[in-house]
């Protein structure tokens, strides 16, 4: 295990050319995310975002550079499968649920080789709990809706238990609405887990939800977006509405309707009564 706030991901330099040399995918990108961060990147089609997950995760080697994850130069991995499985979580819209599995089969199977039966078993259906789907374990993909699929795809990127978790737009071909709760359900997970996530999104709105903004273009980095609190913004917001009045003037309940995870209450509370 990696411990809170160590670094867990670094890149030097890291350049990924494609064919002959006329698509530099990646541009001398340096990078440092420490383990708890809830990360997003974010940038036009074609800026390189797919390739920098890809090699965070070992799926692609860099042209030059160094990827260095979890301590593990992934340039000199001696067993990349064991590397994946143990230490990165994928959600890939090319890694689709397997349709003729149902929920809990498909969180087991990043398992298989790692875990007895029985033990895969528990770990997928205390999954599922996790996300919200404990009523769902036998369903084939088929029969879940679009949000559902996707938090099926989260609880099997955590099924070895990874610091880490790569999402590819995990939101991309949800609503608005699932992709929120989507975002709420990572956030719950970097909370209580201490899991590590890094997700490349289109929406400013999910952006917005994580903890950095890292803003991708023409294979490099172009800026970081640190955003303190996410809250902290929504709550100047607040203060000027009826709801933020309601609140200021003590109203905790109110709260609970906002559909925030018990550290954002708590944060909200502790910012309210220093202010
Ligand atoms: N396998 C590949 N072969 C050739 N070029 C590629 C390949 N994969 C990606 N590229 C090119 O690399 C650049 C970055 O692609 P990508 O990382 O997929 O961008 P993004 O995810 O930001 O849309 C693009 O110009 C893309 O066309
Ligand atoms: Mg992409």
Known sequence: MVARNELLIETVGLTRIYGD???????????????????????????????????????????????????HDLSSLKDVDTFRARTVGFVFQLHNLLPTLNARENVEVPMMGHAGAAERRARAEEL?????????????????????????????????NPPLVLADEP?????????LDLIRLIHELNDSQGT?????????????QTSRVIVMADGRILREDIIGSPLQEDLKMWQHSGLGRRILSGEMEELKKLNLSKKQVESVKELLESS
Request: proline share 4%.
């Open 21 to 71: 040399g006329n698509v530099k995918a990646l541009d001398n990108v340096n990078l440092r995310i420490s383990s708890g961060e809830l990360a997003s990147i974010m940038g036009p089609s074609g800026s390189g975002k797919s390739t920098l997950l890809n090699m965070l995760g070992a799926l692609d080697q860099p042209t030059s550079g160094s990827v260095i994850v979890a301590g």
């Open 128 to 160: 599922l709990k996790i996300v919200g789907l404990a009523d769902r374990m036998d369903h084939l993909p088929s029969q879940l809706s679009g949000g559902q699929r996707q938090r099926v795809a989260v609880a099997r990127a955590l099924a070895n």
């Open 171 to 179: 939101t991309g071909n949800l609503d608005s609405e699932s992709g």
């Open 196 to 208: 590590t996530f890094v997700l490349v999104t289109h929406d400013p709105a999910v952006a917005r």
